[in-house]
């Protein structure tokens, strides 16, 4: 079983977090899977994960102070397995987990994920919970010095004891018995943890020895482009940055990133960009209040773009049954999408403060990619030299007519280049 055969273009999906938090129920996992089959799995969208602290009952009860409650309740079984709480989850009930909600998704066509924190639950070492497989209790196992920074519910592994292994073994089993597709691990990408990367080994293990596919994506970042080959080795996709929202100068930093770590993917491992906070999204954080995403629509075109030509993974951030138009057209642009495939020989030809180019070729499609965009605030011509794609071998053009992928309007190559009016904080892509 090799891991790389997981996920041979980018994953697309749809995450809770954006809009959910904490709190998303499976009422509601249900309604984007629908809304996901019905407007967008033709599209190539397919995977419906669950984030964080699914297992906690009291999740979301004291937004207003925290988003995650100090050492809250969680639920889990007799060998240390956090299970899905079942007044949020009723399918689960009866020792059913994911199962049924799995599933139903799978029932649409799509496939099922979940978010995990690393480690072991905190309250399963203070009640000296088993472990499957051994006799070792789960406060021998865990690392009381190794915890996150941010989130109260776990504490780490220790990582050379054998049991670390068994352990995550036995909840990837037990996910692999629920036809979980998609692992989302959490608080083991930064490096500011001791352990952490232990710990991916152990996970990248744990689902060779499951026998399911299951795909890993770790976070958050920012990963370090000096572990580039280790993350490729043993994950499926690993975030390049922090919680990405919805600012501009979060996404113009986005450049710079993918500069970094341009010509780091290959089939099956995919440098990630995050989430896309697109349409409405906030609708469970501490003010409660949802909101349109703040990005504009030029921005919102820039983002997907960037995302598509660079080849990140693509998860989809807002709550799917409110999507208005504009949002279901940006998502549903196969054109753009089909840039995804490409993403491997993505480069960056040009980036200043005001600008910057990217291309591309499609390995089997071998058709070429360029997009200008205009990182300024105001409008303004970008201008790219007709010879600057097969500089980096990639793809030339000819000096023909290229198609813009957003618009559909034809663009002439003049004067040994193309240029182009772009919006501020906008893009022009096209297709050769």
Wanted: one cysteine or more; hydrophobic letters at 40%.
């Amino acid at each position: 079983m090799n891991k790389n055969d997981f996920a041979p273009v980018p994953p697309m999906g749809w995450n809770s977090y954006d809009y959910y938090n904490t709190e998303v129920n499976e009422e509601q996992v249900r309604s984007n899977a629908d809304y996901m089959a019905a407007h967008l799995k033709e599209f190539g969208w397919e995977y419906v994960v669950v984030d964080i602290e699914w297992y906690a009952p009291d999740a979301g009860k004291e937004s207003n102070i925290y988003q995650y409650i100090p050492f809250g309740k969680v639920v889990m079984d007799e060998y240390s397995r956090l299970i899905p709480d079942p007044v949020r989850f009723p399918s689960s009930r009866g020792g059913k987990g994911f199962g049924p909600l799995a599933a139903y998704i799978h029932s649409l066509g799509l496939k099922f994920g979940i978010h995990i924190m690393r480690g072991i639950p905190r309250a399963a070492a203070h009640e000296h919970r088993g472990l499957l497989g051994t006799d070792l209790t789960a406060d021998r196992l865990a690392d009381p010095s190794s915890i996150c920074l941010w989130n109260p519910d776990m504490y780490g592994l220790r990582v050379n004891m054998p049991e670390a292994q068994l352990y995550y073994d036995s909840i990837m089993d037990l996910y692999a018995s629920w036809g979980v597709d998609f692992i989302k691990c959490d608080d083991i990408c930064r490096e500011d943890a001791p352990g952490a990367h232990r710990e991916i080994e152990l996970l990248h293990k744990a689902i060779e020895h499951c026998g399911r596919p299951i795909v890993l994506s770790l976070s958050p970042g920012p990963a370090k482009i000096s572990e580039a080959a280790f993350y490729a080795d043993n994950a499926n996709m690993w975030r390049i940055t922090d919680d990405f929202w919805d600012t501009w100068p979060l996404l113009k930093d986005m450049f710079r990133r993918c500069e970094i770590w341009q010509g780091k993917s290959r089939p099956g491992c995919y440098p990630d960009c995050d989430m896309l906070p697109v349409g409405i999204i906030g609708g469970c954080f501490g003010d409660r209040k949802e909101r349109m995403t703040a990005l504009t629509r030029e921005e919102l075109k820039t983002m997907l773009t960037l995302w598509c030509i660079f080849g990140s993974p693509l998860m989809i951030g807002g709550e799917m049954t409110k999507m208005d138009s504009f949002t279901l057209d940006l998502l549903t642009n196969r054109e753009v999408l089909d840039m995804l495939r490409a993403g491997s020989s993505a480069a960056e030809l040009v980036r200043t403060e005001d600008q910057a180019i990217w291309a591309s070729t499609d390995p089997e499609g071998g058709k070429g990619y360029i997009a200008l965009f205009n990182l300024a605030d105001e409008e303004r011509a970008v201008h790219c030299w007709i010879g600057a794609a097969a500089d980096r071998g990639l793809k030339a053009w000819d000096g023909g007519v290229l198609k813009e992928l957003w618009t559909g309007q034809e663009a002439a190559v003049i004067t040994g280049g193309l240029s182009c009016l772009v919006p501020a904080h906008g893009v022009k892509v096209f297709r050769y």
